[in-house]
C-alpha cells in the first residue's frame, strides 16, 4: 500500500510506505511532521484506520488525474469550433480507455491521506455528501459504518 497523507501546513503530499517502525512523516515542502501510526494491517495493504487521524471513515474513487482531465476538456473545448464537436468524441473515447486503466484509491474524510494499492478497496464505499459534511463541519465520527437513516 502506498499512503499520501496531506499535509495540514502547505497541503502538500507527503509519500509514507506503511512501517510499524515509523511514527512521523516529515513534509520535504514545509518541514512540519505529521504523526503517523500503522498496524501490522497496513503492512499488509488492508485499510482498516487512517495512520493519521485514527478514523475509519474512507470513500474510494477512481486514480483520475483531475489536471489532465481539466486540460483535456479545454482542448476538446476549444478544438470543437473546428472539427464541429468531434473533439467531444475523442475526448469522450479517451475518458473510457483512460478510465478503464486507472485503479482505484482509498480516501479518508476527515484528514484527506490518500491510500493507494489497497488490498479491501471493494470494501470501501463511493464518496458520500453528507458523510463528508459531517466529518468536515460538524467532526462526526461514524467510525467505519456506513450512514444510515
Ligand atoms: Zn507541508
Ligand atoms: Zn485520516
Redesign the pocket.
Known amino acids: 500500500m502506498d499512503v499520501t497523507i496531506t ?1 495540514p ?4 503530499g ?1 509519500h509514507v510506505v506503511p512501517n510499524q517502525a515509523a511514527v512521523a512523516a516529515k ?1 520535504e ?4 511532521v505529521v504523526d503517523v501510526q500503522f498496524t501490522s494491517e497496513h503492512e499488509q495493504a488492508k485499510l482498516c484506520q487512517c495512520p493519521v487521524c485514527a478514523r475509519k471513515d474512507f470513500y474510494q474513487q477512481k486514480d483520475f488525474n483531475r489536471k489532465i482531465g481539466v486540460t483535456l476538456f479545454v482542448i476538446a473545448a476549444i478544438t470543437s469550433i473546428w472539427t464541429y464537436g468531434l473533439s467531444f468524441v475523442a475526448l469522450w473515447l479517451v475518458d473510457l480507455v483512460l478510465f478503464k486503466k486507472l485503479g482505484s484509491i482509498a480516501i479518508c474524510y476527515k484528514c484527506q491521506t490518500i491510500f493507494r494499492k489497497v488490498s479491501n478497496i471493494g470494501e470501501i464505499r463511493p464518496f458520500d455528501h453528507e458523510m463528508n459534511d459531517r466529518v468536515i463541519y460538524a467532526d462526526h465520527d461514524f467510525k467505519g459504518k456506513p450512514l444510515s437513516h
Open positions: 499535509c501546513e502547505c497541503g502538500s507527503i513534509c515542502i514545509c518541514q512540519h
